[in-house]
């Protein structure tokens, strides 16, 4: 269903719409960030841009909530979260540190997006074999051995002087928790490997947003993020 310009505008200053209620026990979390463009109230200052954040709840329910991360946990909070509760994002610490304050450190079962970690994976360059090796050894969730034999991962790369791979190396230190068997999940289907659909909702939004030209006003930006939520939730109707 496509919705005119006008007709989101009237939406926006008319109603005021809720983040839905789970029907069901929340068992996967995603979280992604987008950025939107404000007017400056200052005349002849530049706009300038700030982050929000969207959510997505059991792959079916979305949040969007603009500098206001209190409200967002409060709302996946307010959820029947369920054990494990497998928490799914890309590599910024942001998303991260809102993970901390969802469920309990013994619910959560944080995953690193395979997307990310494959796209980071190729960013080092340098030899096809070593690259595609390491792949095989992420997907099955081997990223470091106490065993000196290569084999691993973090292998691979240890001995490599150039500064991508050195970043490589730390982003793996940083998130080895968080690197799982995605072969295993993905064969079984026990839950996603990737934030992608999240990441598409703030494409979708970011589209609304970025219109040509557009500046918005501070006070406004909450509720047209509200209404973009509704609109992917199936809550508008004409």
């Given at each position: 269903m496509k919705v005119s310009h006008s007709t989101l505008q009237r939406l926006v200053h008319r109603q005021d719409f809720q983040e839905p209620q789970t029907l069901q026990g929340?068992?996967?979390?995603?979280?992604?960030?987008?950025?939107?463009?404000?007017?400056?109230?200052?005349?002849?200052?530049?706009?300038?841009?700030?982050?929000?954040?969207?959510?997505?709840l059991q792959g079916i329910y979305y949040g969007t909530f603009f500098q206001d991360n209190l409200s967002l946990t409060d709302w996946v909070n307010s959820q029947r979260l369920v054990y494990p509760l497998v928490c799914l994002g890309d590599g910024h610490?942001?998303?991260?540190?809102?993970?901390?304050?969802?469920?309990?450190?013994?619910?959560?079962?944080?995953?690193?997006?395979?997307?990310?970690?494959?796209?980071?994976?190729?960013?080092?360059?340098?030899?096809?074999?070593?690259?595609?090796?390491?792949?095989?050894?992420?997907?099955?969730?081997?990223?470091?051995?106490?065993?000196?034999?290569?084999?691993?991962?973090?292998?691979?790369?240890?001995?490599?002087?150039?500064?991508p791979a050195q970043n490589f190396i730390n982003y793996l230190k940083k998130h080895s928790q968080r690197i799982v068997n995605y072969e295993y999940l993905s064969e079984e289907g026990l839950c996603s490997i990737g934030s992608g659909a999240v990441e598409s909702?703030?494409?979708?939004?970011?589209?609304?947003l970025k219109i040509s030209g557009a500046q918005w006003k501070l006070a406004n930006v909450p509720r047209m993020l509200q209404l973009r939520s509704a609109y992917l939730n199936g809550q508008l109707t004409t």
């Amino acid at each position: 269903m496509k919705v005119s310009h006008s007709t989101l505008q009237r939406l926006v200053h008319r109603q005021d719409f809720q983040e839905p209620q789970t029907l069901q026990g929340v068992s996967e979390v995603s979280i992604d960030g987008g950025k939107v463009r404000l007017r400056s109230q200052v005349k002849g200052v530049e706009s300038y841009w700030r982050d929000y954040k969207a959510v997505r709840l059991q792959g079916i329910y979305y949040g969007t909530f603009f500098q206001d991360n209190l409200s967002l946990t409060d709302w996946v909070n307010s959820q029947r979260l369920v054990y494990p509760l497998v928490c799914l994002g890309d590599g910024h610490d942001g998303v991260w540190n809102l993970f901390q304050e969802i469920g309990s450190d013994q619910q959560r079962q944080e995953i690193l997006d395979w997307y990310h970690l494959k796209e980071n994976l190729y960013k080092v360059g340098g030899s096809i074999k070593r690259l595609k090796a390491a792949e095989t050894f992420l997907w099955l969730g081997q990223i470091e051995s106490a065993m000196p034999a290569a084999g691993y991962a973090y292998a691979l790369f240890v001995d490599l002087k150039k500064k991508p791979a050195q970043n490589f190396i730390n982003y793996l230190k940083k998130h080895s928790q968080r690197i799982v068997n995605y072969e295993y999940l993905s064969e079984e289907g026990l839950c996603s490997i990737g934030s992608g659909a999240v990441e598409s909702a703030v494409k979708q939004i970011g589209k609304r947003l970025k219109i040509s030209g557009a500046q918005w006003k501070l006070a406004n930006v909450p509720r047209m993020l509200q209404l973009r939520s509704a609109y992917l939730n199936g809550q508008l109707t004409t």
